[in-house]
């Protein structure tokens, strides 16, 4: 018995020292978990704790200026205010409710489901003038916060609108300039912080603390509020008087790729660029048909649309044939009015024929079945070969979004006939600014420049902050051809189909297109010109595309004067000087 007791008494001191010791394991683990979260983890905890505590509200930067090559404002910024409110803050609803619905304008269920919504903040609109956010902040209403933001504005409302793009609500960029260039202009938003009970009632002796935003950069850009407007004006004067269906006008730099204009009329309202700039009747849209419209009313047919160059392109024929020697000056052609290529009869726009004629005639009266013959004496491979070389296989790398890409032949499938059109313009396509940045090159002495609007970054305060550099590709053609070439389409302008771009004291050069849409059938037209000056030393190139005019429709006709007027302006102000002509006829010149 004693035995028994004494093995009992044995097992319960072993059960006890049992519990002591798990006892003991677990309040050293305690304390081992307390000293590692007061010790190693507090500044973790503590974070979150004032997280908890902590309610933030975000401080939007002030957008970067967008200026023109002198410095006039394109994009800027007018203060606005956000209001929103705290639920938990809120001491009178219906208070709330009545002032916010009347100050604001809006309908008193919309602002009363977004007062009475339980959460951290909610918003009850943005974009509000200043002038309505200061008479609300002076209510003094507990929970409404008013704070001021931007809201983007452009001072020339519709001026090169497709070029410089808007922005949304949250002042990120949409379309253009603006967002190929946001990370320049959008700037570091700063912070509001307040700090709240348990409850999440603001502690009004803690008072708020401010992280201050960095506003963005300003870019300066190559465009000319004067040649945008000269040209913006000559497009919709055109437009009208043909009743167009649009125009789109390019002038550049030939020497450096600078973009001074880049006009598509009917242009937008970047202050309004959600309406369209049509009469059609939205009424019966749904909202996926309405933003369709707004897409195509945002394309810029510069660089987004591609459409077939016609004649303008003879000139990147014949820099090829001159450049690769299957054609010389002093050669002759015969045109009876027509080419028969394989079983195919491919008529010249004269259905009469220029009969013969030498090359630079052929060029001057726009010929196609001479054309038909320098692209057949390069060959497919031949003509190729310069396509690539000349760089209209690969995009011009512009500053603007959704550039698109030439439409051509394969190499593979093109035939003679593919390729006797092609010589003349007709059965590919290209964007206007592919053509008028190979142009460049083949004027310029054979560099094929990049075509850009961004000159450099700037700081608020006007410093320089960056040089844009854009790359430039040597040795496109030699330098006599490129000198040929000025030369022959000076001729086309001085006694030629360009006769209408000709201005008294300017050598002009240029190239007239009349090409016709695809079906054929429908008769619809685009007439364009391109045309630089001076000839000798080419300093701006304009190319000016009229789409679906009515009535006459000769590229000659219609577009070549649309650039004399534009030139007639713009020379004058960019210092270009007029030739005189001494009595023993020699050239000096005068400022125009």
Request: charged share 25%; glycine share 10%; aromatic share 8%.
């Amino acid at each position: 018995m004693q035995k028994i007791e004494k093995k009992n008494r044995t097992f319960h001191r072993k059960k006890i020292w049992l519990v002591f010791l798990v006892c003991a394991l677990m309040l050293f683990g305690l304390i081992g978990r307390l000293i590692y979260l007061m010790g190693f983890r507090s500044d973790y905890y503590y974070e979150k704790a004032e997280d908890l505590h902590e309610r933030e509200r975000e401080i939007k930067a002030a957008r970067g200026r967008i200026l023109d090559a002198g410095g006039t404002v394109l994009a800027d910024n007018t203060t606005v205010c956000t209001v929103s409110v705290i639920h938990s803050q809120i001491e009178d609803e219906e208070t709330v409710i009545q002032v916010l619905s009347r100050e604001l304008e809006m309908e008193e269920e919309t602002v009363r489901a977004r007062v009475e919504k339980v959460s951290s903040m909610e918003r009850i609109k943005t974009n509000v003038e200043k002038s309505v956010g200061d008479v609300i902040r002076e209510y003094g209403l507990a929970g409404v916060k008013v704070d001021e933001d931007y809201r983007r504005t452009y001072p020339y409302g519709s001026l090169a609108s497709r070029v410089l793009g808007f922005t949304g609500s949250d002042n990120q960029g949409i379309i253009g300039l603006e967002v190929e260039y946001d990370d320049v202009l959008s700037g570091t938003p700063g912070k509001i912080l307040t700090t709240t009970d348990a409850r999440g009632i603001e502690i009004e002796e803690m008072g708020e603390s401010r992280e201050e935003p960095v506003e963005g950069d300003t870019l300066r850009v190559s465009l000319d509020v004067n040649i945008q407007m000269y040209a913006q004006q000559a497009a919709q004067k055109v437009m009208e008087e043909k009743s167009a269906r649009s125009v789109s006008i390019l002038m550049m730099n030939p020497q450096n790729g600078e973009i001074y204009a880049c006009v598509n009329v009917p242009e937008f309202d970047l202050n309004d660029p959600f309406t369209l700039n049509t009469d059609v009747d939205t009424s019966s849209l749904g909202e996926e048909e309405l933003q369709d419209l707004r897409n195509q009313m945002w394309r810029n047919p510069c660089l987004n649309d591609t459409y077939e160059p016609g004649s303008t392109f003879k000139i990147i024929t014949m820099s090829a044939g001159l450049e690769e020697g299957v054609v010389h000056m002093e050669d002759t052609f015969y045109c009876p009015g027509y080419k028969i290529v394989e079983d195919r009869t491919i008529h010249c726009s004269n259905r009469n024929g220029h009969g013969a004629q030498t090359f630079l005639q052929a060029v001057e009266n726009s010929c196609n079945p001479a054309f038909m013959e320098i692209g057949l004496r390069l060959g497919v491979s031949g003509f190729y070969q310069y396509f690539r070389q000349f760089g209209l296989l690969k995009k011009t790398g512009v500053d603007l979004p959704g550039e698109a890409s030439t439409i051509m032949h394969q190499e593979e499938n093109m035939g003679e006939v593919e390729l006797a059109t092609t010589a003349f313009g007709q059965s590919f396509q290209v964007t206007p600014i592919a053509l008028a940045t190979t142009v460049c090159a083949l004027i310029n002495g054979g560099r094929r420049v990049t075509p850009h609007f961004g000159v450099a970054v700037e700081s608020g305060d006007g410093a320089r902050v960056t040089e844009l550099e854009y790359p430039v590709e040597e040795g496109i053609v030699s330098g006599e051809t490129s000198r040929t070439v000025c030369s022959v389409l000076e001729k086309v302008v001085s006694e030629g189909t360009g006769k209408n771009a000709a201005i008294e004291g300017y050598s002009i050069g240029g190239k007239t297109a009349t090409s016709q849409t695809l079906p054929r059938s429908a008769n619809v037209y685009i007439s364009s010109f391109l045309g630089f000056a001076p000839a000798d030393k080419p300093q701006i190139l304009c190319l000016c595309v009229i789409y679906d005019p009515q009535g006459t429709y000769y590229g000659g006709t219609v577009a070549a004067p649309v650039v004399r007027d534009i030139f007639e302006n713009v020379l004058p102000y960019l210092g270009i000087e007029k030739e005189t002509q001494e009595e023993n006829g020699s050239s000096v010149s005068a400022k125009g």
